[in-house]
């Protein structure tokens, strides 16, 4: 069983930046692939990007091109999302997701792990 736990999540004004985290309690942490989603109220969950299990390849929505960074870091079983730039339309609840395949991918229905989630919340 991978449990994930997602941190950093808050308040900040437009422009601003915030860096998630996420903590993996799984022994072969670094054979999994990992991924960022996110849920804004009253919409579909969306995938934001997505680290190969060795962190060599990565993928982004478009939106977030240039803005946010995902990364690894295999030794402390923990991934990031650095997100800088911020808009108010990034405001979501913020998910970590792990799947077992090994390469990045942006398909939230590859991903067999989920974490509880963190709010982040941009104002204008």
């Known amino acids: 069983q991978v449990q994930l736990v997602e941190s950093g999540g808050g308040l900040v004004q437009t422009g601003g930046s915030l860096r998630l985290s996420c903590a993996a309690s799984?022994?072969?942490?670094?054979?999994?692939?990992m991924g960022w989603f996110r849920q804004a109220p009253g919409k579909e969950r969306k995938f934001v990007a997505t680290?190969?299990?060795?962190?060599?390849?990565?993928d982004y929505l478009d939106s977030v091109k240039g803005r946010f960074t995902i990364s690894r870091d295999n030794a402390k079983n923990m991934v990031y999302l650095q997100m800088n730039s911020l808009k108010p339309e990034d405001t979501a609840v913020y998910y970590c997701?792990?799947?077992?395949?090994?390469?990045?991918?942006?398909?939230?229905?590859?991903?067999?792990?989920w974490g509880q989630g963190t709010q982040v919340t941009v104002s204008s």
């Open positions: 997701a792990a799947a077992t395949m090994g390469y990045a991918t942006s398909s939230e229905y590859d991903y067999d792990y």
């Open positions: 799984v022994r072969t942490f670094s054979s999994f692939t």
């Open positions: 680290i190969s299990y060795g962190g060599g390849a990565t």
